[in-house]
């Protein structure tokens, strides 16, 4: 099976990765595109989610509580944070757009009923990571310092001609303080749209070695291993990732190969 999960280019749903479609035990992930007035509905049943506005404004109701009209970016590159609604299991959820949105549903399971809650694009810290053709732009949207049973969700801007999630890391080994073992999505955007940019996902041993090229919209899955993204001259890239285990701790570990960058 392929780790690239290629979007639709038509239809509300853009992407989906399950738990059986990935064949693993956390993450779940979709995107949805929505027109003005389009809805998604679902109920949470054993499974936290965190809804992310990308683009467009839209209403989410979650039990009996509502936020009207939250959102506003015109697009995932546009250099501010976006508004998450953060939900908690066995919840009744409704995302309506208020005008052409695009919205992602973010997953784990989770046996906490927290209150659901607003995360509003202030309470995100954003950073700069890396340096040269290395640097990045980080949002963390949910990260481990905020309450949730398992999910932690970022979203990074690439510039073109950068790497990212470099030097490469992993974090697929439940071996702490040293390494974190979480699943993990990388959902793609590029700008201008029509471009490309390639993520490998390998291990030590090679057993998994694959080069993968995305375009916008598709999501790679991140079973294990090294995963590493390049994006080429002339396109930005964007990704979401999702990550989810049996300890909510971003905890990783370099290639030792290619452990010498972070000296440079």
């Not at 595109?33 to 209403?59: H, K, N, Q, W, Y």
């Not at 992602?104 to 995360?119: G, K, M, N």
């Not at 029509?194 to 919209?217: C, I, K, P």
Request: aromatic share 8%; proline share 7%.
């Amino acid at each position: 099976m392929s780790l690239l999960v290629k979007a639709s280019k038509a239809g509300r749903q853009i992407v989906e990765v399950t738990p059986e479609s990935a064949g693993w035990t956390h993450v779940g992930f979709a995107a949805h595109r929505l027109a003005p007035g389009e809805a998604v509905e679902l109920d949470t049943g054993a499974r936290e989610l965190c809804i992310v506005v990308l683009s467009g404004t839209v209403t989410v109701m979650a039990g009996d509580q509502v936020w009207q009209d939250i959102g506003g970016r015109s697009s995932v590159f546009e250099e501010r944070a976006p508004y998450a609604v953060y939900v908690p299991l066995e919840t009744r959820v409704s995302v309506t757009a208020s005008g052409s949105a695009e919205v992602a549903l973010c997953s784990a399971p989770a046996t906490t009923h927290r209150p659901a809650r607003l995360i509003e694009p202030s309470s995100m810290a954003r950073s700069v990571r890396g340096k040269g053709a290395n640097t990045r732009y980080v949002c963390d949207i949910l990260p481990q310092t905020a309450e949730a049973d398992g999910l932690l969700v970022v979203e990074v801007v690439t510039p073109g001609g950068h790497s990212s999630s470099y030097p490469p890391h992993k974090h697929d080994s439940d071996n702490l303080p040293e390494e974190s073992s979480l699943e993990e999505t990388y959902y793609h955007r590029l700008n201008p749209e029509q471009g490309f940019a390639f993520q490998r996902v390998y291990t030590d041993d090679r057993s998994l070695d694959e080069a993968l090229a995305v375009e916008n919209h598709d999501v790679v899955m991140v079973p294990r291993g090294y995963h590493p993204v390049t994006v080429p001259y002339g396109y930005d890239g964007y990704y979401l990732n999702v990550m989810a285990g049996p300890k909510r701790i971003w905890q990783f570990k370099n290639d030792p190969a290619h452990d010498w960058l972070m000296s440079k």
